[in-house]
């Protein structure tokens, strides 16, 4: 049985703050003590659990039979010295780094460790930028910032187009399956080579300033840039996460993990945490989409995790699918420590039925909860570790993390110090500074709010991007984030996501991304223009909206208008993230007929009963 399960008290952390109020309203916060020293580097946790346990199953993924296939710590450190030594014969180093455009599997990461053991700087990239954009703009400006001297995808058929717009003369490109050609490598021949003594002596001059990898933001509100992320930024940030879950030591996590690898989230919170463990990472080639669900569910039907990192639409779709079997739920709960989401706000109703479902299987609620970070730190940053009763409390600062709160607008401005913050973004000599205020701490753009005014240890809201925030015509303030976040949950899943206009306006308006699967429920039709034709689909936006409406506290919470979006967002517009959220702004901008139909009143409209 787990620390968790068995009420262990030393599970996690008991912290003790300190806490400064200054007089213009600043407010700073910081946990007692002192964290231990990080070690040198990701890899050298690789060595040290491939001599510790060599046999123990590290990574795994199914074959093209269905099978699991597994490597063990051993069997991982051998691949990773023997593409090590490979990528030194190809003249990679800190200027000729590696790109990575593929989906997560054993290839990927045996490359992005091996690109680490010798020093060699990797980038994994958004599959969207490969597969769902048609001009391939965002991936042309990433290998022209990085100038990449080998370039890696899954699939050279399936991956053709974007490996043709970006390997270019001197580029080197390996492919897991499908070649396009003889010139392009098979990364399991990689995998085979017997000499690794480049590879060793170079992993030997590691130091933690050593850059690991480059993130890329995913551009909410702004272009991505190219996060630095140093051995010493990874590995410190893994020993902020431990000093939190102090239960990972007796119990290390065995993850059944989809989160894309080119996210802080998935590629370095839980990839880098079973790695710091001693875990077990099984890869989930499945997707919280209506299509790629099934996987997942088949996934955990067969492998009970210990950890388990969801976005809210993924859990939504687990809640439905532990409802109608009970088989996926008993083995899902079975040795389950924790839920974590984070990417966006939960519904309160899935929140509940999570909740239920663990008391119901295991015999006590297993701890759901989220944090705050960012890729820029590290991202492990706030965590809340208190089983609550209400979805959204982020938590308090992680040992070694400073909290800063600057009163900005009516809103408290979140900023951060830690020893895993990046050094800054490649290619932007001065850009990082631009984020680092004067007393250097690190400025999020997100705005927090006290769960008690009167006893901060008790965590904080997120209160919204403060990028985002603007003032209606009267000069009040709208808090964009938490106001979106709100009427998101209201519709109870007839839309999946908002823009929020009216800046200089009188009153407020919404432009929605529909969820067509649940509009057709309601209605006949087949595409989102001729279900809002039909009565019964617009009643159902105008009864939420007009509940929502009915709720607000001010003009700062009303939402008097929305109009339906009936085309995707564009992602090489900018206007959705790869993580598949929208980019208010970049909406905004490129689509001002929307807004000005919601202020003159166009028949698209749907408008809250008075």
């Known amino acids: 049985m787990s620390p968790i399960a068995e009420r262990k008290s030393d599970a996690f952390w008991d912290p003790k703050f300190d806490i400064e109020h200054r007089d213009d309203g600043t407010i700073v916060m910081a946990q007692e003590g002192i964290l231990p020293d990080p070690p040198r580097s990701m890899p050298d946790l690789l060595v040290q659990w491939a001599g510790i346990q060599p046999d123990t199953t590290y990574l795994a993924e199914r074959d093209d039979a269905g099978e699991w296939r597994r490597l063990s710590y051993a069997q991982v450190l051998d691949a990773v010295r023997a593409v090590g030594n490979a990528l030194l014969d190809m003249g990679l180093g800190p200027q000729r780094p590696v790109l990575i455009l593929s989906e997560n599997s054993i290839d990927h990461a045996l490359l992005g460790l091996a690109a680490q053991y010798v020093g060699v700087p990797y980038a994994p990239v958004s599959s969207a930028y490969s597969l769902m954009s048609s001009d391939h703009v965002k991936l042309k400006d990433i290998a022209s910032l990085l100038k990449p001297g080998l370039v890696f995808a899954s699939d050279g058929a399936l991956y053709g187009p974007a490996l043709a717009a970006i390997a270019g003369e001197g580029c080197h ?7 396009r050609d003889d010139r392009d490598l098979l990364f399991e021949t990689l995998t085979q080579r017997a000499e690794t003594t480049a590879a060793d002596a170079a992993f030997a001059t590691l130091t933690p300033q050593t850059v690991g990898k480059y993130l890329f933001t995913s551009g909410s509100t702004g272009s991505p840039k190219a996060v630095i992320n140093t051995q010493y930024m990874m590995t410190s940030n893994q020993v902020i996460v431990a000093d939190c879950f102090r239960f990972l030591k007796a119990h290390p996590p065995i993850v059944v ?24 990472f099984y890869i989930d080639e499945g997707k919280p989409t209506p299509q790629g669900i099934a996987a997942t569910i088949r996934n955990l039907k067969e492998i009970a995790p ?3 990192f969801n976005v809210p639409v993924g859990y939504e779709m687990l809640v439905n699918a532990f409802e109608q079997d009970d088989a996926l739920r008993e083995n899902f709960f079975s040795r389950l420590d924790m839920m974590m989401y984070a990417g966006a706000g939960m519904a309160q109703h899935t929140w509940d039925d999570l909740l239920r479902l663990s008391r119901e299987t295991a015999g006590h609620e297993v701890l759901l909860t989220t944090g705050l970070g960012a890729t820029e730190t590290g991202p492990f940053a706030l965590m809340c570790t208190q089983q609550q009763a209400f979805s959204g409390n982020v938590g308090v600062p992680s040992k070694g993390v400073k909290l800063k709160l600057v009163p900005n607008g009516g809103k408290l401005e979140a900023r951060l110090k830690s020893p895993s913050i990046t050094p800054g973004y490649y290619g932007d000599a001065g850009g990082a500074k631009s984020y680092i205020d004067d007393e250097g701490y690190y400025m999020l753009g997100d705005a927090l709010r006290p769960v008690d005014p009167d006893d901060l240890t008790r965590g904080f809201f997120f209160d919204g991007r403060t990028a985002e925030n603007f003032k209606l015509s009267t000069g009040t303030w709208v808090a964009v984030g938490a106001l979106r976040a709100r009427l998101i ?20 308006g919404a432009i929605v991304l529909p969820n067509i699967d649940a509009m057709q429920k309601l209605g006949t039709a087949r595409d989102i223009a ?6 019964a689909v617009r009643a159902a936006f105008e009864e939420r909206l007009s509940s929502f409406a009915a709720e607000a506290t001010g003009s700062s919470t009303r939402v008097r208008r929305l109009i339906v979006m009936e085309t995707a967002p ?3 517009k900018g206007e959705m993230t790869d993580k598949g959220s929208i980019n208010q702004r970049a909406v905004i901008a490129n689509r001002p007929q929307l807004v000005e139909a ?12 008075k």
């Open 489 to 508: 949950n209201h519709f109870g899943g007839l839309i999946r996501d908002a823009v929020i206009v009216g800046e200089s306006r009188s009153y407020l």
């Open 173 to 179: 490109v390996a492919v897991s399956r499908n070649p």
């Open 257 to 280: 993990e989809w989160a894309p690898w080119n996210h802080t989230a998935g590629g370095n919170k839980v990839f880098n945490m079973v790695l710091f463990n001693g875990g077990t």
């Open 570 to 572: 564009d992602l090489d």
């Open 530 to 535: 001729s279900l809002m034709g039909e009565a």
């Open 306 to 308: 210990t950890w388990c």
């Open 598 to 609: 919601i202020y003159s009143g166009s028949e698209r409209v749907i408008e809250a009963r």
